[in-house]
């Protein structure tokens, strides 16, 4: 089990798993966090609103007596009921949840358990208000907790390389019903790996189209990355459309080449969602193609259905090829001398050069490569782009 007393506030690592406690902590280190239970508060008056364009983001609002103007304002996200439910995938989460009374942050993570590996753990110091913090894996997740001001709240985040070894998003949803957890952030992507409908010329048609037009006014749109070279970019482009401070905003980027290829047509058309004055309903994580389809009038035509596994091989793959390609530049030349020296022993030059672990381009991808290492094989996988 976790031992909540253990977190020491410098920053270390140790492995968890199956049950174990998290080793070589400190007793006195990590105060456990206070757990208030409120008494039942009066629901306020609702009244519920179409008009989306009174806020500008297309989505419905609902005004509630209530906040510092006397008017509470929520916005709520609308599917289409027709999309397929996995024309989409969830490359972020973030959520947080008040455990029961006497349990911590480490309740948080053992529950996590039963939905995705959990093996390092590193502290941190606070993040996002609260005191205390923990990064999970090398970019899986992030867990926060602890501050007077956060009444007990535990902050836990999942990355994309976090969602992607999700087990079972059905039953993460209904862990979250259970136990009334509060989504705060959700983004869902749609790929394209052919960049035949989705491409960076498209987002830009579809936004002069007011494809993007949600609300009843054309929201703002920005461009980064190497747009000067045009067609001709190698790094990467992106369009982004919306305003993050509305807790609504749309990228479109050319994944493949910010990935390391410099002639991939893949690219990733994602919308964020963040809980600012709005309500993200559990089952966008069962539900993320509708909810993608619902987010613009131009997304309701994406139609390819998503396979994480697919985007994951893809991606390593992309990242494989580049590291090898480095270590061709770098170390081809000694490889070739040490071949002779040692009259041309293949085994032998490696067992002079292997040395453990994975390259740090591949490591996002290492949950997976290590479960599949012929994921990375292009002939193997019958991959020839």
């Not at 959520?95 to 529950?111: G, H, M």
């Not at 080449?257 to 994580?285: F, M, N």
Request: hydrophobic share 35%.
């Amino acid at each position: 089990m976790f031992d909540s007393n253990s977190h020491d506030d410098a920053e270390r690592e140790c492995a968890i798993g199956g049950g174990a406690s998290l080793a070589g902590g400190t007793a006195d280190a990590q105060p456990r966090p206070r757990v208030v239970t409120t008494g039942r508060k009066k629901l306020a008056e609702r009244h519920p609103v179409d008009s989306s364009e009174i806020f500008g983001t297309g989505e419905r609002i609902e005004l509630q007596s209530g906040g510092p103007s006397g008017i509470r304002v929520t916005r709520h996200l609308d599917p289409v009921e027709t999309a397929p439910a996995n024309v989409a995938f969830l490359d972020a989460l973030a959520f947080s949840v008040v455990p029961p009374d006497e349990k911590s942050y480490t309740w948080v993570l053992q529950e996590m358990q039963q939905f995705l590996a959990i093996e390092t753990v590193e502290y941190r110091r606070g993040l996002f208000g609260f005191r205390y913090s923990a990064r999970i894996g090398d970019g899986v997740a992030v867990i926060a907790w602890g501050g007077e001001s956060q009444r007990g709240r535990v902050f836990f985040s999942l990355m994309g390389q976090g969602c992607s070894m999700v087990k079972d998003w059905s039953a993460l949803q209904s862990w979250l019903e259970a136990h009334h957890a509060s989504i705060k952030r959700a983004d869902v992507a749609y790929d394209d790996y052919e960049g035949r409908l989705v491409s960076i010329a498209w987002a830009v048609e579809q936004y002069q189209a007011e494809g993007f037009n949600a609300g009843g006014r054309k929201p703002r749109a920005e461009c980064f990355g190497d747009w000067l070279d045009g067609e001709a970019s190698t790094k990467g482009r992106t369009v982004g459309v919306g305003s993050r401070a509305s807790g609504k905003y749309a990228r479109c980027y050319e994944k493949g080449k910010q990935l390391g290829d410099p002639v991939s047509p893949w690219t990733r058309i994602e919308v964020e969602w963040r809980a600012q004055d709005r309500h993200i309903p559990y089952d966008i994580l069962t539900r993320p193609g509708q909810y993608l389809a619902g987010a613009y009038p131009c997304l309701v035509a994406l139609n390819q259905l998503q396979s994480t596994i697919r985007t994951v091989s893809k991606a390593a793959q992309i990242a494989y090829d580049r590291a090898v390609e480095n270590a061709k530049s770098h170390c081809g030349k000694i490889v070739n001398l040490m071949l002779a020296v040692v009259g041309g022993d293949y085994a032998e030059v490696v067992n002079q050069l292997i040395r453990p672990g994975i390259p740090t381009r591949i490591e996002p991808f290492s949950y997976h490569v290590r479960q599949d290492p012929m994921m990375l094989d292009r002939q193997a996988k019958g991959v020839t782009s």
